[in-house]
Nanobody, 126 residues
Framework: QLQLVESGGGLVQPGGSLRLSCAAS????????IGWFRQAPGKEREGVSC????????YYADSVKGRFTISRDSAKNTVVLEMSSLNPEDTADYYC???????????????????WGQGTRVTVSS
């Protein structure tokens, strides 16, 4: 059974950092594109970042470029999202998902991701 489990969310002050992990079981993260998505209260889900399976290319939403970094830890079968310079607009439930390719971070691209985790909540507040 393919499963993704997110962890690392929590409450952080503006300007702070968090490290989210997406642990996979039932498959190897090296073989899938892994994306991070988020959904803020009352808003649609949006793509944050993706790392491809083929060459490890990474993609970021404009809103997080320069602040977030996605990486893959093959030994732990985990994908990590390092978040820094957090602001209240980053408050959301964060989800990781696996699919064949990084098909785009927009709503259409999200449809290409087959497996989703349950999410972890990030709250940025003073």
């Amino acid at each position: 059974q393919l499963q993704l489990v997110e962890s690392g969310g929590g409450l952080v002050q503006p300007g702070g950092s968090l490290r989210l992990s997406c642990a996979a079981s039932g498959f190897t993260v090296d073989d899938y594109a892994i994306g991070w998505f988020r959904q803020a209260p009352g808003k649609e889900r949006e793509g944050v970042s993706c790392i491809s399976s083929s060459d490890g290319s990474t993609y970021y939403a404009d809103s997080v470029k320069g602040r977030f970094t996605i990486s893959r830890d093959s030994a732990k079968n985990t994908v990590v999202l390092e978040m820094s310079s957090l602001n209240p607009e980053d408050t959301a439930d964060y989800y990781c998902a696996a699919g064949p390719v990084c098909a785009g971070l927009n709503s259409e691209g999200q449809l290409k991701f087959d497996y989703w985790g349950q999410g972890t909540r990030v709250t940025v507040s003073s």
